[in-house]
Every structure is written in structure tokens, then in C-alpha cells.
């Protein structure tokens, strides 16, 4: 291995150049000497500032830590409020729906009363056939026609079908007159 070379010429004086040498190695030293005291300095002052930046960062992660807790536990708290709110509404939609519910089964009872009512009323208008037959009208229907389930049952005989087939087919007390004159005038015509 050749680490270097050097022709070496000779000198007239050889104090001199070594004077030079050694003259020229001391300041070289004096400046490394400098700069690494320089160096030092900025290292010791870098480590300095580190070292504070630590210590303002464990600050800080502390701060952040003790800030997620308060936020974590004032979250938690609107959290809670917002789902007892929540089950709140859901109990007071629930029973506004229910109340609803009431509310139409109680209209369409009433409405069903007042249908059976009507029907009642109707139906127990005193007619020929009825006052011709008393026992047929003494018998108790008003039962019959309150309970909503029976009114749809085929079981049930509406009598509304027969009362129009009686009103068709009874004649009225002048209808017999004004029947004879117009049979009297329909053979005249086809004459």
C-alpha cells in the first residue's frame, strides 16, 4: 500500500523551514483549538435549548392530556343529555303515536256508535208489517245491533233489503185510483 509521496528537495537553511513548519502547525492548532471551543459552545447551547424543548413538550403533552380529559369528560356529559333526549322524544313520540291510536279507536267507536245509533233509529221506525205482527217487534234487536262484530257477520239479517222490497211493493191509499184511470187510458191509446 503507498499511503503517499513526497520528493524532498534540499534546503540551504534547514532551521528555517522547520521554524516555518512548526510556525505554520501552531497557528493551524490555534484555529482548530478555536473552532472546537466554538463548536463546544454551540453544542452546550443546542443541548441547552433541547433540553428546554423537552421540558416544554412534556408541558405540552401533559396540557394536551389534562385537555382531552376535561374535553372526554364534558363530551361524555353532552353525550348522556343528548341521549336521554333522545330517549325522551322516542317516549314522547311513542306515546303521542299510542295516544293516536287511542284517539282513532275512540272516533271509530264513537263513529260506530253513532252508526249503530242511527241504524237503531232507523230501523225501529214503527212500519204496517211491524205494528201487524207484535211479538216480531217486541223482540229485543237493540243488543244485536250495538256489537260492531255482528253487524259484519253473515249470520246477522240486515232488514234494510226487506223494508225497500215492502216500500216497492206496498201501494200507497190513492195509488189504486190513479192505476185504473191509467189502465183506462192505455186501451184507448192502442186503439
Known sequence: FRLGSLKLQEVPSPAEVIKELIGYCLDSLGKLQAKTEH????????FSNWSDVEKRLEKCVVAKEE???DLYSRFI???NEKKAKIRNLQKLLSEAKESAADAKCARDSI?????VIKRENDYDASTDEESENPTRAS????????DS???GSPDVVDPAPRRKR???????AGAGAKVAAYEAEQPAQEK
Open 39 to 46: 463548536l463546544q459552545r454551540e453544542n452546550e447551547r443546542l
Open 67 to 69: 385537555l382531552e380529559a
Open 77 to 79: 356529559l353532552v353525550l
Open 111 to 115: 263513529a260506530t256508535t253513532e252508526m
Open 139 to 146: 223482540l229485543p234487536s237493540a243488543p244485536e245491533r250495538r
Open 149 to 151: 262484530s255482528l253487524l
Open 166 to 172: 215492502r216500500q216497492r211493493t206496498a201501494k200507497p
